[in-house]
């Protein structure tokens, strides 16, 4: 049934980082996490899907944190599906802390058919087409990030620690390595920032990533790309 | 006051590995978030101990896995303060699932004074003393392992997404990193295995530290050191 669902959450000990706040990876994580057991509750998760050989694949993400919370504090991401086409679903965040709103996010999806590996037309799944609620993404979705002439790298083979069933990398890992390019002064600080995503290929165990970046001002953009020169994803971090 | 408590788990999707098993460095992870979570509950934590300037530092752990359990799966961890002398603490735990034991573990940690850089006796600690169970350790405690002649290594400088609080590297990190050198196929069963572990030295944000490893069989021996030669840890993995 169409509905805004809120899920409660605590930053745990091993949520945070040095500076004792969530990171914003781990905020993007729970994010995430919150998609897949939403759309699992609904009928429409990949716990459903897997059975007829299809899953859902994120092919953009953008996230504006305001502030990270601290270790041991509860907060709550509501989530919906606001609107779909043939084959891209949107679905939206918010993050709340006792109501005051610190984070807003929105994401774009498609459901991919193994079998033929393509699309499938998303109006003909009921249960998914069932949960739509009416309501705006509450930020800009993410726009289109050209490739990165990069300024500095960073590699890194994927191991067993990077990867998922199919032995593909996490996409989570990316942000870890994409962070850890950043000087550690901007992580001290607990500055709003939005984060652009643009999800492209995936990558496998052995595999070695190539995590490019350039930045101007407080504006940083990266690409990880395999050695073999296909790209995994381009993402932008502008801190306000 | 004396108790056994158990803690309830569940293994989460983050927890698990591309076998969809909870990985053992989760499983370390989850015992030690105990340990921390009991001694809290019982008085002597971290948390009753940070205004008097003092910490628990881990020395030593032995942990045996007969099986990892699957996503999903709920899971106990039982712990116990089984006895202690001037200098170290002996905590122990049982893992079970449904009843059913499927780890073990046993660790010793001394209390260190930030202010003396040296161990507190324990003898003065009246809730740790209130807090002891007589059971003895459900497996033999770690042995003290010897310097590793290594037959390959691996780097790694110690970067954003590895730190805590403090700078120094999660201890956690070093078991991706040692788990991340074996052989894909050591990953794939699920045969027990003990781990054995020497906690020596911290290290710290921005050095590079080289994993060295060597095996015999199904014995392997890590040693994970800094760019200036500190040993932060040894380990073993006897699978069985």
């Known amino acids: 049934m169409a509905a805004k669902t809120t899920y409660p959450h ?12 969530a ?3 781990n905020l993007i994580a729970k994010t995430l996490n919150v998609a897949g057991t939403d ?6 998760g990949i716990r459903a899907l897997k059975p007829e050989n299809r899953s859902w694949v994120l092919s953009r993400m953008a996230i504006e944190i305001d502030r990270r919370p601290a270790e041991y504090t509860p907060y709550n991401i509501t989530t919906w599906v ?9 679905r939206n965040f918010v993050l709340d802390c006792e109501g005051e709103i610190f984070g807003r996010a929105t994401t774009q999806w498609s ?5 033929t590996r393509r699309a499938v037309d998303l109006r003909y799944i009921a249960e998914h087409n069932d949960a739509v609620w009416n309501e705006e993404p509450p930020i800009e979705r993410a726009g289109k990030l050209a490739a ?3 300024e500095g790298t960073m590699t890194h083979r994927v191991a067993y620690s990077d ?25 001290e600080t607990d500055r709003p920032v939005r984060v652009d995503i643009n999800f492209l290929n995936e990558t496998r165990y052995g595999q070695e990533l ?4 350039r930045h101007e001002g407080d504006r940083w953009e990266f690409e990880v790309a395999t050695d073999e020169g296909t790209v995994a994803c381009r993402t932008s971090f502008e801190w306000r």
């Open 10 to 21: 605590l930053v745990e000990p091993q949520d945070v980082d040095f500076t004792l706040r």
């Open 23 to 25: 990171s914003i990876s």
């Open 39 to 44: 759309a699992d509750s609904k009928g429409f």
């Open 82 to 90: 606001s609107d779909y086409g043939r084959a891209m679903s949107t």
């Open 111 to 115: 459901m991919i058919d193994f079998n």
């Open 148 to 150: 990165v002439e990069a």
């Open 163 to 187: 990867i998922d069933f199919n032995r593909h990398t996490n996409s989570l890992r990316y942000f870890d390595l994409m962070l850890d390019c950043l000087p550690i002064e901007l992580h």
């Open 210 to 213: 190539t995590v490019g970046y």
